[in-house]
């Protein structure tokens, strides 16, 4: 679920929230980084368990309804075709979906149900749905069901804005997580398979090296933010150093400690990745600015003999 980007950016908040609150007890600013790390992988599960909640509304509503003193024929006899979508079937049956949500106490839709049921009301006043309804009257295929659910998701859950307050309200970091984890779920939904038994939960970690590589970025770069620093500052003489963003700052000394103290990253991976993150995250200019600097860096690190990178190709 996680990739290095996504690390790299995680590092770099924690690092500026550090700034901000003038925090200097390490462990517990590490501790918070892995807390925000952990929160993607409950916004992963609450994002799976809005699907699960919004079927069991709507059989909870054709239940009820049936049972109406009185009640019209269709609503005795409703079409439950939308309950029985066999890719919702597969998520509410998921033992492993089932199973996460109970140990991390993914309740947020137990307490919050208004949202759940504007989501349904929005999926049943949608267009594809009106067309998945009346589209056959048998039993339900799975490749129909897995194509509506896909576009549920896409056009309806993912973009909804009531849902992105209520995510923003309750967690803030969720916000730059959201992207990465509706892609994700998106892309296993379109890989279930009708002889699927159970759905794979993603892990948080690809592997063990990656969760090594958050605590490393962030330590090394924490303590070594002052000879860090003197790597740019003689790079910078058009600059005043107390103008240029914190961000950037940030930015520039992560790069040059894995540049210099991550010798199986190839440079170019290391200067592309954060030149992407400065446009996304800092001032319109800045990965200019941060793209000559670093561009300098290299060329002197070289000539210096500075750069050690092992493994073929990773200059």
């Known amino acids: 679920m996680l990739n290095r980007r996504h690390i790299r950016v995680k590092v770099m908040q924690s690092i500026y929230a550090m700034h901000q609150h003038q925090g200097e007890n390490l462990d517990r600013e590490e501790?918070?980084?892995?807390?925000?790390?952990?929160?993607?992988?409950?916004?992963?599960?609450?994002?799976?368990?809005?699907?699960?909640?919004?079927?069991e509304k709507e059989e909870e509503y054709l239940e009820l309804a049936s049972k109406k003193h009185l009640a019209t024929k269709e609503e005795r006899n409703p079409s439950k075709k939308f309950v029985k979508n066999?890719?919702?079937?597969?998520?509410?049956?998921?033992?492993?979906?089932?199973?996460?949500?109970?140990?991390?106490?993914?309740?947020?839709w137990k307490r919050n149900d208004d949202i759940v049921l504007f989501l349904l009301e929005a999926i049943k006043t949608s267009s594809f749905f009106e067309d998945y309804m009346g589209n056959g009257t048998g039993d339900n295929d799975f490749n129909e069901d897995r194509e509506f659910i896909a576009t549920l998701f896409t056009e309806v859950i993912a973009p909804n804005e009531k849902l992105y307050d209520y995510l923003e309200e309750h967690k803030?970091?969720?916000?730059?997580?959201?992207?990465?984890?509706?892609t994700l779920i998106l892309k296993q939904l379109k890989q279930l398979k009708p002889h699927n038994e159970d759905f794979s939960i993603s892990k948080l970690y690809k592997d063990i090296d990656d969760k090594d590589y958050v605590k490393s970025l962030f330590r090394k770069t924490v303590l070594?933010?002052?000879?860090?620093?003197?790597?740019?500052?003689?790079?910078?003489?058009?600059?005043?150093?107390?103008?240029?963003?914190?961000?950037?700052?940030?930015?520039?000394?992560m790069a040059i400690c894995e540049l210099l103290k991550f010798p199986s990253i190839p440079v170019k991976v290391t200067i592309n990745e954060y030149l992407e993150i400065a446009k996304e995250y800092s001032t319109p200019k800045s990965s200019i600015f941060i793209n000559g600097i670093l561009d300098n860096l290299v060329k002197d690190f070289q000539k210096d003999n500075r750069l050690t990178k092992a493994g073929r190709g990773l200059l």
Not at 94 to 100: E, T
Not at 172 to 178: K, S
Request: hydrophobic fraction near 40%; glycine fraction near 0%.
């Open 31 to 55: 501790k918070f980084l892995f807390q925000s790390i952990d929160n993607m992988h409950d916004l992963y599960l609450l994002m799976l368990s809005a699907l699960i909640e919004i079927r």
């Open 172 to 182: 803030l970091t969720w916000l730059d997580d959201l992207p990465t984890v509706n």
């Open 224 to 253: 070594n933010e002052t000879e860090l620093a003197k790597e740019y500052i003689d790079k910078t003489p058009n600059w005043d150093t107390e103008r240029i963003a914190e961000i950037d700052t940030i930015i520039l000394k």
């Open 86 to 108: 066999k890719v919702l079937e597969l998520l509410s049956n998921s033992n492993s979906i089932n199973n996460a949500i109970e140990d991390r106490k993914i309740t947020n």
